[in-house]
């Protein structure tokens, strides 16, 4: 079990930057992966960002050339560099860790940060 806890979320103008921060705490045995996503009103979580355990990145293409993820070396916190945020990066942005247990993945999400970017 992994406990999750994101911050940084605030509201910016349309070309301004933030950083969001991912705190997590438990057992990283088995550590898959450590993600970003977000879910805006009325719409699907989707995943913006992913670093694979080894190093591996992956953007979405609404995310790539705009956001970095990045970790610490204890992998126990993760960072979304944002900028040039426009209207539609509003959202609710979630971390996930993501286990490999028994075959399966298991995800561990937090409670979600609020960015609002304005017009």
């Known amino acids: 079990q992994v406990n999750v806890v994101e911050s940084g979320g605030a509201s910016v103008p349309a070309g301004g930057s933030l950083s969001l921060s991912c705190a997590a705490s438990?057992?990283?045995?088995?550590?898959?992966?450590m993600a970003w996503h977000r879910q805006a009103p009325g719409r699907q979580r989707q995943m913006v960002a992913r670093?694979?355990?080894?190093?591996?990145?992956y953007y979405e293409d609404c995310a790539k050339g705009r956001f970095t993820i990045s970790t610490n070396g204890a992998k126990n916190t993760v960072y979304l560099q944002m900028r040039s945020l426009k209207p539609e990066d509003t959202a609710v942005y979630y971390c996930?860790?993501?286990?490999?247990?028994?075959?399966?993945?298991?995800?561990?999400w937090g409670q979600g940060t609020q960015v609002t970017v304005s017009a």
């Open positions: 670093i694979i355990e080894g190093g591996l990145v």
């Open positions: 996930d860790y993501i286990m490999r247990a028994r075959g399966d993945l298991h995800h561990n």
């Open positions: 438990g057992n990283f045995d088995g550590l898959f992966a």
